[in-house]
């Protein structure tokens, strides 16, 4: 039972942690292009700058944008992986996904 008590424990941290995590934002900028995203992996604005969209092709705004978001959520994965390394490890969720 104890057992029991401490995994559901675990899921309100869970449960805890990823509203945290949506709430965190990590930016990017790419040659003009930025890109906030959250720590839930979804992304919250992209802005362009007027001069990147005066003076560039639809093929290499496309490149800028997609380099940008790319590198917004390598940051939030990263930030999201350091919050859930507390929980991970020293009998966090370890335990509750079997490890």
């Known amino acids: 039972m ?3 008590m401490d995994m559901m424990k675990q899921v309100r941290e869970l449960k805890k942690m990823q509203k945290q995590l949506a709430r965190s934002t990590v930016d990017f900028e790419n040659a003009g292009v930025t890109v906030k995203a959250r720590g839930d992996m979804t992304v919250a604005e ?3 700058s007027d001069h990147v969209l005066a003076s560039t092709t639809p093929d290499k705004l496309g490149r800028q944008i997609t380099t ?3 590198g ?3 940051g939030a994965k ?3 992986s350091t919050h859930m390394s507390g ?3 020293g ?3 370890g335990d ?3 490890g």
């Open 2 to 4: 104890a057992k029991m």
């Open 46 to 48: 992209i802005k362009i």
């Open 68 to 70: 940008a978001v790319n």
């Open 72 to 74: 917004a959520l390598a």
């Open 78 to 80: 990263k930030e999201a």
């Open 87 to 89: 929980l991970m490890g």
């Open 91 to 93: 009998g966090g969720l």
């Open 96 to 98: 509750l996904l079997g």
